[in-house]
């Protein structure tokens, strides 16, 4: 019993100890590296760790701040331990860390306030932090051609435009430039202000309609917010739908307004739910015509063309293949090449193939053509450069771009074409009859029962018109078989149960290769003549100079583009996106094999 009042009183002189001390307590805030390089990724940690306290909090006030340090992820870190010392009773150790993941998209020099830790109610400081980003070789996006900035997402002491102003939330459209020739490319951009707290997952913008506009998207799948200043409330900016338009026509175009809709994020379980939907009002683009004269076939941008053969010594007959690269900044899709005529070598058509990107607000990309060369005489054939025209909007001239002249050789005689009906072999001399010995008589004997009594005559009477009927039922099945699997319907339901095979088979890009032949295949049926080599442009002008209805040439081009945009972004598609997809195909070529359009 005297042992009780003794652990009692070491136990109270254990917790008093403890109690009294201190906490200690470390906030530190780094970088790794500080200082990077454009596009690079830079790993920023905040941590406090404390022995013997209770951390309440940690925060890093400028973490929004940089627009330009794009927030790539975000992991948070709380591991807990416990320690027993003799003397000193239990010792709690903890730690809290934030560490962010960022992109660097331009240079300079962003300073870092102190973190700031909450550990038993009172406020620890870190050291503040300055990153470094330098500029690096690759932050040109197009040849010639400076990074476009995003424009800011507001200024406080001007006149908000693009926007009907709300105290809530509201959309504002900005285009940068507001002025811009046919064919250059205008930056257009949706943002959302809002006062709000979204709810997760919620918000559905809507595209503005643009028409008169080619349109390449540049899909926005992390949303991060700005802070701004409007008339002196303060609004989180998110930018909603960034595209690259390049206007087909000259005079005043108009981009429709943008919708959004989103939750209002709920503080409780009691708070009721509310849904909140915005429009933004249509903008205006000032299109001007090119500068005049215009050379041939110009195209808007900064462009480089390249062209190499696969080999420069064939035999005569054989083909060589000519490849032409042209690379730039710029809508390539507008881009138009006409091979030279080359003596004695026949040119099949080309194959087309386009690559565009995105980056740093320029769209830039490569437009390749492919021609199978086939050498038809011997000796050394030259092919002649090939010239692009141009029109640079940014210094507002007319510039070139060609490729250097090639040349392949070709060897052996050519082969002469071989007779379709070979003559007849004649003998030089005709071999003497030979007779036999003469006979002085000869004896006839019939035979005593008549072929027609045979048994097999019949059967054998029976052969031909069966041999003939088997061969016209053939035929005719034959026939049959042959109009059914030729015939525009045919093919078309075959192309569409190969899109449909490839959505089950979960390949986007054979999926949207399928539904660009389904609908070039039934363009071409109705109209009698090939579009698949046609820029978007002149498809355009085509289906409208040849009856078709607006609506469904907006349908059909807007389909395609999507296609084709969808193929190389295969990997961001899914499959109610597919399943979507194959349904407006299908619609779109009920309409067009309906159509009254002239053929």
């Known amino acids: 019993m005297r042992l009780v009042p003794a652990i009692l009183f070491a136990s109270l002189v254990l917790i008093a100890d403890y109690a009294g001390a201190q906490p200690e307590v470390s906030v530190t805030l780094s970088a790794s590296p500080s200082e990077a390089r454009v596009g690079e990724m830079i790993r920023l940690e905040a941590r406090v760790q404390t022995q013997g306290g209770s951390i309440e909090g940690l ?30 009773g239990v010792q709690k150790q903890s730690s809290l860390a934030h560490i962010y993941v960022f992109r660097a998209s331009a240079e300079g020099t962003f300073a870092f306030s102190p973190a700031i830790a909450k550990v038993d109610g009172k406020v620890h400081r870190s050291e503040p932090l300055t990153i470094v980003v330098r500029g690096g070789a690759g932050t ?73 506009f080619w349109v390449h998207d540049d899909p926005i799948t992390n949303l991060q917010a700005q802070s701004a200043s409007v008339r002196g409330l303060n609004y989180q900016v998110y930018p909603l739908i960034r595209s690259a338009a390049f206007p087909q026509r000259t005079g005043e175009l108009t981009l429709g307004a943008p919708r959004v809709s989103f939750d209002v994020a709920r503080m409780s379980l009691f708070d009721a739910a509310e849904r909140v939907e ?15 004269p215009t050379p041939p076939n110009v195209v808007v941008g900064q462009y480089r063309a390249q062209a190499r053969l696969d080999r420069t010594s064939v035999s005569t007959g054989d083909a060589v293949t000519l490849r032409v690269d042209v690379i730039g900044a710029g809508n390539v899709q507008d881009l138009r090449i006409d091979l030279p005529p ?17 980056n740093a607000g320029k769209l830039s990309g490569t437009r390749s053509w492919e021609w199978i060369l086939i050498a038809e005489t011997p000796g050394r054939h030259e092919v002649p450069p090939i010239e692009i025209h141009y029109f640079d909007p940014e210094t507002e001239t007319y510039a070139s771009a060609g490729t250097t002249p090639l040349s392949f050789t070709a060897t052996g005689a050519a082969k002469a074409p071989s007779a379709t009906i070979e003559p007849a072999r004649v003998d030089a001399e005709e071999a003497p009859a030979e007779f036999g010995p003469i006979r002085m008589y000869s004896a006839l004997e019939r035979d005593r029962s008549p072929v027609r009594s045979r048994d097999w005559f019949a059967w054998l009477l029976a052969i031909p018109p069966m041999a003939f009927a088997i061969l016209v039922l053939g035929v005719a099945l034959s026939r049959r078989r042959e109009e059914q699997s030729t015939t525009a319907a045919a093919i078309q339901r075959k192309l569409l149960r190969s899109a449909r095979a490839a959505l089950e088979a979960s390949d986007p890009r054979e999926f949207y290769d399928r539904v660009v032949a389904s609908l070039t295949h039934a363009l071409e049926t109705r109209l009698g003549q090939p579009v698949g080599g046609l820029p978007h442009t002149e498809l355009r002008v085509r289906l409208s100079a040849s009856g078709f209805d607006d609506d469904l040439v907006e349908r059909v081009i807007n389909e395609l583009e999507g296609a084709d945009f969808a193929r190389f972004a295969a990997s961001g598609i899914n499959r109610d996106e597919m399943e979507h997809c194959l349904q407006r195909s299908a619609a779109i070529i009920d309409r067009v094999q309906a159509s009254k359009g002239i053929a």
């Open 59 to 88: 925060q890093l006030e400028d973490l929004r701040k940089y627009p330009e340090l794009e927030i790539v992820s975000h992991q948070t870190m709380r591991p807990m331990q416990f320690s027993f010392g003799f003397g000193r």
């Open 278 to 292: 915005r429009e933004g009002i249509p903008v205006s683009v000032r299109v001007k015509p090119l500068p005049l």
């Open 140 to 212: 040109s996006s197009a040849p010639g051609g400076p990074s476009a900035a995003p424009p800011p997402p507001g200024d406080p002491d001007a006149e908000l435009s693009g926007a009907k102003f709300d105290a809530r939330a509201f959309l504002r459209t900005v285009v940068e430039p507001e002025e811009a020739y046919v064919g250059q490319q205008v930056n257009v951009t949706v943002y959302l202000y809002t006062r709000l707290r979204l709810g997760p997952q919620s918000l559905t913008p809507t595209k503005p309609p643009m028409d008169g």
């Open 342 to 358: 080359m003596v004695g070598v026949r040119a099949l058509q080309p194959a087309i193939r386009d690559r565009q990107t995105l």
